[in-house]
């Protein structure tokens, strides 16, 4: 790996620019037809080799939600270079906890913040477990 800037947290050093992953899981912001270009092209091999290209480079983070294309890529990622990414996990805000997907939007739709905010907590909850 490269020699890049870096810093140390916690005993965990990041390079000081962490990889995105809008533009590989088809989360553009520009259209639904590059989102779904982007989903179809980078398969978690495809996106392994962007992860091995940011390795060579000196970036070794990434930064990305709970997502099982990307976990699928780091994983991947770790084998073909033999070094894990550190990976800065977000959470995907629009979950909801299983069978409460119709309460979250109801919350939202009433200006109901509190329980809206108690169920997308929840969902944090369940999202985190999933990794494990």
Same mark, same amino acid.
């Given at each position: 790996m490269s020699a890049f800037p870096s810093l140390t947290i916690e005993g965990v050093t990041i390079s000081r620019v962490i990889?995105?992953?809008?533009?590989?899981?088809g989360y553009s912001h520009v259209?639904?037809?590059?989102?779904?270009?982007?989903r179809e092209y980078f398969t978690a091999q495809r996106i392994a080799r962007v992860f091995a290209r940011c390795q060579e480079l000196g970036v070794n983070a990434v930064m990305g939600p709970l997502h099982s294309r990307l976990a699928e890529a780091l994983d991947e990622t770790a084998r073909l270079t033999g070094q894990a990414m550190v990976w800065v996990a977000t #959470? @995907?805000?629009? *979950? =909801?906890?299983?069978g409460?997907?119709?309460?979250?939007q109801a919350a939202r739709a009433a200006g109901r913040?509190?329980?809206? #905010? @108690?169920?997308? *907590? =929840?969902?944090?909850?369940d999202q985190a477990a999933e990794l494990k």
């Open positions: 990889c995105g992953t809008n533009a590989l899981l259209s639904a037809g590059r989102d779904a270009w982007a #959470t @995907a805000a629009d *979950r =909801a906890p299983a409460q997907l119709d309460a979250l913040v509190d329980e809206a #905010t @108690a169920i997308s *907590r =929840a969902s944090l909850a």
